[in-house]
């Protein structure tokens, strides 16, 4: 029998246009559920707005998608965490950090602590039999992490690279149900976000002249940092310089004295 | 006594401190209330990461930013470390105390542990704020479990501390907002604070409370080594890459074996199915962030440089001199890719040189 997964949505954005899109982290929780239980998957957001978000996420597959009305100022944890167990859920998935909102990563922890489950951080792959999950944890320098949880469980995932099918049409006829709910007071709510300054001019000057490349160029000004430059050098010694570099940035162990000169 | 040096206002705390002793804390005190009525002084908990058993810049920054807090408040800064510092003279980098953890086995992964021993060390020491690395791995897992866990207030982002506030990044990056200091504050990397390494002076040090045995939900399983030439990109540390002037594709593929790198490339070679699409480095292909980014035969179109943009130390082989991509370089070589590969092929496959992990 398969679990009953919950897969908690947010809007992403861009990081540097800001326009809206799918973020990553949840397309990959979404594909992870899709993988292992397509039929007992639901999509599940919770915000005061329109549920335009929920359609980019239901259009993956014909999925039940449920919006979780509350006040503009209330608190999202509660409401996910009541609806998760209403429902008998026994995971969620959700991003381990949204692109919208104060992005503090605080939301699966909160909703685990209120429903007193555990939870699975970071997980790149999941998998699931009757006794448990079974997750993945990338870490640096290709390092992998298999960590085992009873269910049920809350995993959070980060952003992979996936391809979920989507289209305007279906995303367009997407069905939402929409369920008042009551959350306590955010105390997010009084903070008040702006646009991050430094960005704006240079991406205004960007968006408007040159062709694309070189908007693009002015958006990633390349500014010049050649610390050290080998001209016109024989191959053996450029790659000896190369490898000279890369030792003293810790990339490779190459020998003490490092002259290339190995002949001895 | 050495003079202690604090960005802000002298702390009067400390300055009636002998620097040789130490502090008596009174174990019956649990409560914040009880830490309110109390006649100690006040403390900011920093938890640092120590990863590979060194003190990163990251947890420099992290310490430098807790005595620059305390130094506003007249508090005093203790460190909570794991035995993995064991070793680390924190007195050195300017912290009052220290708290010396023992996990059950070193280097375990065991966050919910932590996270109940860190509980404990802020019920009884009751600092007024504590700060994490912004992480979603390590100590700035366990902050967040223990946000949730005692229901705290935090602001995680943080890229900003002083008078009493604090900025922060919000909506991926792209927005910002200020607020007091909350009690959890998870700092980004690459702040700049005061310096850690200014301010020696004696430091006390502490048991850790004790904790009651607890059932962990996870178990780890294993830990393995994937092979690190095929390892997604964004997750790469050590990228050698190949564009349009790589011929010779055989000695280029053998020297990032050899090296221990994973390979990427141009659009240019990943369109013409020299490479599989998925080690295509550039904004339509994946955005890395390695340590070191080696480019053969790039010339550096805007794309490719908007991809590498995070990137730490880049080497750039390139026969024009001209190419973006030697400007934007640490190292500019001047010569042609495919013999340099060869004679790094040379130098490499000698039993001397071992990839580092």
Not at chain 2, 85 to 113: C, K, L, M, N
Not at chain 2, 346 to 357: D, I, N
Request: hydrophobic share 45%; with cysteine; net charge neutral.
């Amino acid at each position: 029998m398969k679990p009953k997964v919950a897969v908690l949505v947010a809007g992403g954005r861009h990081p540097i246009t800001d326009r809206f899109r799918r973020a990553a982290a949840e397309s990959t929780a979404l594909s992870i559920a899709l993988r292992g239980a397509p039929s007992s998957c639901v999509v599940v957001h919770a915000s005061h707005d329109a549920p335009d978000v929920l359609r980019w996420y239901a259009s993956a597959a014909d999925l039940r998608a449920v919006h979780l009305h509350i006040q503009p100022a209330a608190d999202p944890c509660i409401p996910l965490a009541n609806f998760v167990r209403d429902q008998g859920m026994q995971i969620v998935l959700c991003g381990i950090r949204a692109e919208s909102g104060f992005s503090s990563g605080m939301t699966p922890y909160r909703i685990a602590a209120a429903l007193k489950w555990p939870i699975l951080p970071a997980i790149s792959e999941l998998s699931w039999d009757a006794n448990g999950v079974t997750g993945v944890q990338s870490l640096a320098g290709g390092r992998q992490r298999e960590l085992r949880c009873p269910m049920p469980v809350v995993v959070t995932t980060v952003a992979r690279s996936v391809a979920l099918p989507f289209a305007w049409a279906r995303c367009r006829h997407a069905v939402v149900e929409t369920h008042d709910a009551a959350g306590g007071v955010d105390v997010w709510s009084t903070r008040t976000l702006t646009k991050v300054k430094s960005r704006s001019p240079a991406w205004q000057n960007a968006l408007f002249e040159g062709s694309p490349a070189e908007r693009l160029s002015q958006i990633f000004d390349v500014q010049p940092r050649r610390q050290e430059q080998v001209l016109s050098t024989d191959a053996r010694t450029a790659a000896t310089r190369i490898l000279d570099f890369l030792a003293r940035k810790g990339a490779v162990e190459w020998p003490a004295h490092g002259s290339g000169d190995l002949s001895a | 006594m050495r003079k202690r040096t604090v960005v802000g206002e002298t702390d009067p705390v400390l300055a009636r401190r002998e620097p040789s002793s130490i502090m008596q804390i009174d174990d019956t005190r649990s409560t914040v209330a009880a830490c309110s009525d109390s006649q100690e002084p006040e403390w900011v908990l920093v938890v640092p990461d120590i990863d590979d058993s060194s003190v990163s810049r990251h947890d420099s920054e992290l310490v430098g930013a807790g005595r620059l807090i305390a130094g506003e408040l007249g508090a005093c800064l203790l460190v909570l470390t794991f035995d993995e510092a064991a070793h680390i003279d924190w007195q050195a980098f300017g912290v009052d105390a220290v708290v010396r953890a023992q996990r059950t086995t070193s280097g375990a992964y065991e966050p919910e542990r932590d996270a109940l021993l860190v509980a404990a060390v802020m019920e009884r020491w009751c600092p007024r704020h504590c700060l994490f690395s912004d992480k979603m791995f390590g100590m700035g897992e366990v902050g967040r479990r223990v946000v949730a866990l005692k229901d705290l207030d935090c602001i995680a982002g943080a890229i900003e501390i002083g008078n009493g506030g604090v900025r922060a990044l919000a909506r991926a990056n792209s927005h910002e907002f200020t607020a007091e200091l909350p009690s959890v504050i998870f700092l980004e990397s690459g702040v700049r604070c005061a310096s850690a390494h200014k301010d020696v002076h004696a430091s006390a040090e502490y048991q850790p409370p004790q904790i009651p045995e607890v059932t962990t939900n996870l178990k780890v399983q294993a830990t393995r080594r994937t092979d690190v030439t095929t390892l997604p990109l964004a997750d790469a540390h050590f990228i050698v890459a190949a564009g349009n002037g790589i011929s010779d594709w055989q000695t280029f593929l053998r020297v990032a074996n050899a090296l221990n790198a994973t390979v990427g490339g141009t659009r240019v070679v990943c369109d013409r199915g020299a490479l599989p699409k998925s080690r295509q480095v550039g904004t339509s292909g994946a955005m890395v962030s390695a340590g070191c980014y080696v480019a053969f035969g790039i010339s550096g179109a805007p794309e490719h440089l908007a991809g590498i943009t995070s990137c730490s130390n880049v080497v750039a082989v390139n026969t024009d001199a001209n190419a973006p991509l030697l400007r934007r370089a640490d190292l500019a070589v001047v010569a042609d890719a495919n013999a340099v590969l060869r004679s790094m092929l040379q130098l490499v496959e000698r039993p001397v040189m071992v990839g580092a992990a």
